[in-house]
Each structure stands twice: as structure tokens, then as C-alpha cells.
């Protein structure tokens, strides 16, 4: 859905603790909401993005998803890889967003791997790189895993493509680079 129209829904609270982290504002603060309420705030928009924290934490997160399939939303659930993703909802109009931590990040060894066999084609692994051993990381994942979701290198801050870009075609991998439109388009202005 990038560069579409979309209401982004960010949760409260995260499992982890990531040293590059551009959203720790994301673990506290916030507003309680019913997910009637939060179902009133997406309007006419068709396109909806749960993010967070990690928005898996939430109790009624698979109610929520469940009402806004009912309700024709496309949407896509950005989740930490931490936890398990077989629980939401077999949905063509859903997207699993799935990060694999990176060793920069400090939080690695976290991951479920087996979340891996939950995804479908039209879902998308994503690696954030911070440095040459995050690089090598993710080579080496996507080299030894067979991954049938697209898969996205983003670099730390979202915004600094061409050495990435560079490195991805220097190794011949099959992979999407991508930056954080957000922030080319708005900085690090939030609520926008």
C-alpha cells in the first residue's frame, strides 16, 4: 500500500527493545479506544495500517482485524516477528508486514522463526540494515530460507537508499529496497 492513501493505527507497548528504534514514543501514552470507536476514525479510507509498538500485544487485535475485513478495509498488520502471526486471519484483504530483527538491533535472537510458515505471497518480510553485519545477516536469511513473501531491505531511518541499493545489486539479490516515504515526505513530524 505505500504511497496510497492509508489510516495508520498505532498501538501502544512493544515486547521489544530495538537500539535504533524511531517509535519508542509508541510504548506508552496513547488513547484507550473500542474497536467501534476505532472503526468510526478510518471513515471512507479503504487502505488501514495497525502498527505500533507491536500491535499483536493488543486483546481484541484479531476481533478488530476480523471487523474491518467485514467492513472491506485492505489492511496491513506491521508486526515485530516476535509473535506468533498464525492467528490472524487468513485474509487476502490482510498483509502481514513481518520484520526479521536485524543484529544491530539488539533483539535477534527474539525472533519466531516459524512465523515464516504463516505467510503467504502477498505478504512481506522486512529487514531494517544498520551496518555490514545486519547486511550480511539478511543475505545469508534470505539465501538459506525458503520465503515465499516479498522481501524488503530497508536501511536504519529509512532514508539513506543508494549504498543499500548498491549493495543489493552487487550480490544479485532478489529483494526490494524501499525508504520510509513517511519520513521523505513529512520528516519526523508525527500524526501526519
Known amino acids: 500500500m505505500m504511497g496510497m492513501p492509508t489510516y495508520f493505527i498505532r498501538t501502544v507497548g512493544c515486547n521489544l527493545i530495538c537500539e535504533w528504534c524511531d517509535t519508542g514514543y509508541a510504548n506508552e501514552g496513547g488513547e484507550e479506544m473500542s474497536i467501534d ?41 506491521e508486526t515485530n516477528g516476535s509473535i506468533d502471526v498464525s492467528k ?15 543484529p544491530s ?26 551496518d555490514k553485519t545486519d547486511l550480511e545477516y539478511a543475505t545469508d536469511f534470505v539465501r538459506n530460507n525458503e520465503i515465499c513473501a516479498s522481501v524488503i531491505f530497508t536501511p536504519v531511518g529509512g532514508m539513506d537508499l543508494r549504498p543499500l541499493a548498491e549493495e543489493v545489486l552487487a550480490r544479485g539479490l532478489n529483494v526490494r529496497v524501499l525508504p520510509q516515504l513517511h519520513k521523505l515526505i513529512w520528516g519526523d513530524q508525527r500524526a501526519v
Open 37 to 77: 470507536e476505532i472503526i468510526a476514525v478510518t471513515g471512507d479510507t479503504e487502505n488501514v495500517c495497525i502498527t505500533g509498538g507491536e500491535p499483536l500485544l493488543q486483546k481484541d487485535m484479531i476481533l478488530l482485524l476480523e471487523r474491518l475485513i467485514g467492513i472491506g478495509k485492505k489492511i496491513t498488520v
Open 105 to 130: 538491533s539488539g533483539m535477534n535472537e527474539k525472533m519466531l522463526f516459524s512465523n515464516l510458515d504463516s505467510l503467504k505471497e502477498t505478504d512481506q518480510l522486512k529487514f531494517v540494515i544498520g
Open 88 to 102: 490472524i486471519p487468513k485474509s487476502q484483504r490482510i498483509i502481514i508486514s513481518m520484520d526479521i530483527k536485524c
